[in-house]
């Protein structure tokens, strides 16, 4: 943890300041360590670096099984190519320009495909995860300066209202035991004058048609390693039944959605490798999640109106995306 991060964090229980507890208090990155609130009944221990505000196991075990199995899979660095650049963009609307020296929250990061970005715009970027999925974000990352990792609940964020010009969560919410819940956390977060962005699975008559609800009754129950392995096994036949569907003519397209397997062939430019990593990936994303919540765009637009957020657009840009500005 690097002590810059103090000016911004608070004790997510009180709200009060927190103070440092470390061996060699005068360093600027902190390995071992704890974070205190200054009535002193809440300690927060910092672990490899990384200030941990919640328990080991949680809901989220999935995905730090997942972003530190597949760390590297989803960074552009790593494939070469620009799908989560191109992505982050076109999802908030926003410019390398804007995010240049500003603080900006990513609440929900997973293995940092999206962190990246923003460091690479030269944010000062905050990269927050419920998971174990953060040591993976921290692995790939820490070479960047203005990295910042916390282990945190979107539920009881460990900041101070108002500290982030900018805040994104992107592919996260629908993931949370209550997404109005979590989404309402973001607007407090936000600088007056600032931006949110924020997307979800979109709920509509095509979404519910996936193959995957027909199965994640089961596979969410599943213990991960098991439904991991089961994968494994299944998912270069599966990858290869839609490929072969997706060639039907004129109904391809749907036919492919019938095949409970994330498959990204003429979507984006992977490798069969890739292809078949990221199918690997994204089918486990969809099936072990205890979480899966779409919403509508009406139910988006009313959260944003809610939180009385200015210039409010919410449209399918990749995934359902909202986005706005506080006032200021």
């Given at each position: 943890m690097k002590t810059e991060?103090?000016?911004?964090?608070?004790?997510?229980?009180?709200?009060?300041?927190?103070?440092?507890?470390?061996?060699?208090n005068n360093s600027q990155l902190i390995d071992v360590g704890w974070l205190v609130s200054e009535d002193g009944q809440h300690r927060y221990p910092i672990r490899n670096g990384i200030p941990r505000f919640v328990p080991q196991s949680n809901y989220a075990d999935n995905f730090g099984m997942q972003w530190n199995h597949f760390r590297q899979t989803q960074l552009d660095s790593h494939s070469?190519?620009?799908?989560?650049?191109?992505?982050?963009?076109?999802?908030?609307?926003?410019?390398?320009?804007e995010l240049k020296d500003q603080w900006v929250l990513d609440a929900g990061c997973g293995a940092g495909r999206f962190a990246e970005v923003a460091l690479k715009a030269g944010a000062?970027?905050?990269?927050?995860?419920?998971?174990?999925?953060?040591?993976?974000?921290?692995?790939n990352l820490k070479h960047h300066p203005n990295l910042h990792v916390v282990q945190g609940d979107i539920y009881a964020l460990p900041f101070a209202l108002g500290a982030f010009p900018f805040v994104y969560s992107l592919g996260v919410l629908q993931h949370t035991p209550n997404v109005a819940k979590a989404f309402a956390a973001l607007p407090p977060m936000v600088r007056e004058g600032g931006k949110l962005c924020a997307d979800f699975y979109w709920k509509?008559?095509?979404?519910?048609?996936?193959?995957?609800?027909?199965?994640?009754?089961f596979t969410k129950h599943m213990a991960q390693p098991k439904l991991f392995g089961l994968l494994e096994r299944w998912v270069p036949s599966l990858l290869a039944a839609s490929q072969t569907l997706g060639r039907v003519p004129l109904i391809g397209r749907v036919l492919k959605r019938l095949v409970?397997?994330?498959?990204?062939?003429?979507?984006?430019?992977?490798?069969?490798?890739?292809?078949?990593?990221?199918?690997?990936?994204?089918?486990?994303d969809m099936l072990a999640?205890?979480?899966?919540?779409?919403?509508?765009?009406?139910?988006?637009?009313?959260?944003?109106?809610?939180?009385?957020l200015l210039d409010i657009e919410v449209g399918h840009w990749g995934?359902?995306?909202g986005r706005g500005k506080k006032l200021g």
């Open positions: 991060l103090l000016k911004l964090m608070r004790c997510p229980t009180t709200g009060q300041r927190l103070t440092l507890e470390a061996d060699g070469g190519l620009s799908i989560s650049t191109d992505r982050f963009w076109l999802a908030t609307g926003w410019s390398p320009a000062k970027l905050v990269a927050l995860d419920y998971s174990s999925a953060v040591d993976a974000c921290y692995a509509r008559f095509r979404t519910l048609l996936h193959a995957k609800y027909l199965f994640r009754p409970p397997v994330a498959d990204y062939t003429g979507i984006f430019p992977l490798s069969e490798q890739q292809l078949k990593e990221w199918a690997l990936l994204d089918t486990f999640p205890s979480y899966d919540n779409p919403q509508s765009a009406a139910t988006v637009q009313r959260w944003f109106e809610e939180a009385k995934h359902l995306v």
